[in-house]
């Protein structure tokens, strides 16, 4: 695994902004080439989230047999309605990204937090059709915003496995990565997210990682202030000692819902330490 960037060196956050001169690499100012914010690298298409959500599931379970007849498609390509599929930007990828990480579904490695359950979806975004054997990987920092592979920039001391927090899963015949992590917690800079890349045609290496395939899909996951909020006034996450910013503050979300990566959120139990469940669907370009 080899480390891509440089990455930001954590000074207390201040409300004046910081002259770009003068300002460490960031996921707004990224130094890899990634795409800025208002570029179009390639198209990408988020399906919305709850009702629609739930219907797309439904669909896709009796598409298999039923399809539709307005999409052509066969029954091994459940489809999802094509009216509701949106063209989004992708997002930048951010300085803390690190290739061959681990395929599974289980990212957590022990690390502090509340759990959080992913389903993502993923679509082709000129047929809406699920597709299977994609590969759905995340990484992101932990409660106290530090990345595997970086602790110490957000000003936090803890031990670094350079794994913590990352790896992907291949979607399963419906189309669905399921992924198991914690709540994310914050650095200087950025609201709460998780990084998000879609792959096709990788190899699985004996090592439990992946090489080579197509990269289809680089962008992020968001999620709601107010369950953010809650979280956020709790341990583990009340010890980060770094303001936090707002999803509204936030340099690279674009304030579109679901369309630009806004998580449907689902408390799994009455109180935040309980977790949540995370769904979107998330459609790209093959």
Same mark, same amino acid.
């Given at each position: ?22 300002? #460490? ?28 959500? @739930? ?13 539709? #007849? ?35 579904? %289980? !990212? ?5 937090? /509340? ?8 679509? %082709? %975004? ?11 990987? !995340? ?9 595997? +592979? ?13 794994? /913590? ?13 399921? !992924? ?29 990682? /992946? ?10 996951? /968001? ?5 953010? @909020? ?23 979300? %674009? ?5 630009? +990566? ?11 330490? @309980? ?12």
């Amino acid at each position: 695994m080899s480390m891509t960037d440089t990455p930001m060196h954590e000074t207390p956050m201040n409300e004046t902004p910081v002259s770009p001169a003068d300002e #460490p690499p960031t996921e707004a100012t990224p130094t890899t080439g990634a795409p800025a914010r208002n570029s179009l690298a390639r198209r990408t298409v988020l399906v919305a989230t709850g009702a629609t959500a @739930a219907t797309l599931a439904v669909s896709t379970a009796t598409s298999r047999t039923h399809p539709s #007849p307005t999409t052509g498609t066969t029954d091994t390509a459940p489809v999802a309605a094509a009216a509701v599929c949106t063209l989004t930007r992708e997002m930048t990828e951010g300085p803390y990204y690190l290739d061959g990480q681990y395929v599974r579904s %289980d !990212i957590t490695e022990g690390k502090t937090g /509340f759990p959080l359950r992913l389903a993502l979806t993923v679509v %082709d %975004d000129d047929t809406c059709a699920t597709i299977s054997n994609a590969l759905v990987e !995340i990484w992101h920092c932990d409660a106290l915003g530090e990345y595997s +592979g970086y602790v110490g920039n957000n000003g936090h001391n803890e031990p670094d496995s350079g794994t /913590f927090l990352r790896g992907g899963v291949l979607t399963d015949s419906r189309g669905v990565a399921d !992924i198991t992590t914690v709540y994310p917690g914050w650095y200087r800079g950025r609201c709460v997210h998780i990084h998000v890349k879609v792959h096709v045609n990788v190899t699985l290496t004996a090592d439990g990682s /992946f090489t080579g395939g197509t990269e289809l899909h680089t962008g992020q996951l /968001f999620f709601d202030e107010a369950v953010t @909020a809650k979280v956020g006034a709790l341990p583990p996450y009340s010890a980060n000692t770094v303001t936090r910013t707002t999803l509204a503050q936030d340099g690279i979300y %674009d304030d579109g819902g679901a369309a630009s +990566g806004l998580l449907t959120l689902t408390a799994l139990g009455s109180s935040p330490s @309980a977790g949540y469940t995370g769904t979107l669907t998330l459609g790209v370009e093959r």
